[in-house]
């Protein structure tokens, strides 16, 4: 059976959107469940090739989602932006394994990035960990890489 790009994130939206209702009270899960899910489709659609790109699709998408579901849950927008800054920081022109520290009123985190290696097609990449404090003692730490594409944007990349 052969799925359309177009159905494909159709199916992946309505995933996200399904998983975003899960209770009153939660926008910030919602708006991060779909912002992973498009995230993830399109980082998905960039590593599938011929048939089995629907696939990465949908299953990027659903990872994606997951993702940004528990993130978008743990924090609020003005973190999320802070947080997005010192990543850029970070890549753009961090030090090996020195913390890019960012606080908000609520939140406090820091991103961390390793050497910068090669990888085919992009200009260059980076491993990172981002930590994020929570008041109640709790650390949520995610560990990836991304790539510095051909249009100078960082991109997440499996």
Not at 29 to 37: N, S
Not at 64 to 90: C, F, H, K, P
Not at 95 to 107: F, V
Request: glycine share 20%; proline share 3%; hydrophobic share 35%.
């Amino acid at each position: 059976m052969i799925i359309s790009k177009a159905a494909a994130f159709a199916a992946a939206g309505v995933l996200a959107l399904g998983l975003t209702a899960c209770g009153p009270g939660r926008e910030g899960e919602g708006l991060g469940t779909v912002a992973g899910a498009i995230g993830g489709g399109l980082i998905g659609n960039q590593i599938g090739s011929g048939g089995g790109r629907v696939a990465a699709t949908v299953i990027g998408a659903g990872l994606g989602g997951l993702l940004g579901n528990r993130i978008g849950a743990a924090i609020d927008d003005d973190a999320r932006r802070r947080a997005s800054e010192a990543e850029y920081e970070a890549l753009e022109r961090g030090y090996d394994g020195r913390p890019y520290a960012w606080r908000s009123d609520r939140y406090r985190g820091e991103v961390v990035v390793g050497p910068y290696y090669q990888r085919e097609s992009y200009e260059r990449c980076r491993t990172y960990t981002r930590r994020i404090y929570m008041d109640d003692g709790r650390v949520i730490t995610e560990r990836g890489s991304s790539c510095r594409g051909p249009r100078g944007r960082w991109v997440e990349v499996g």
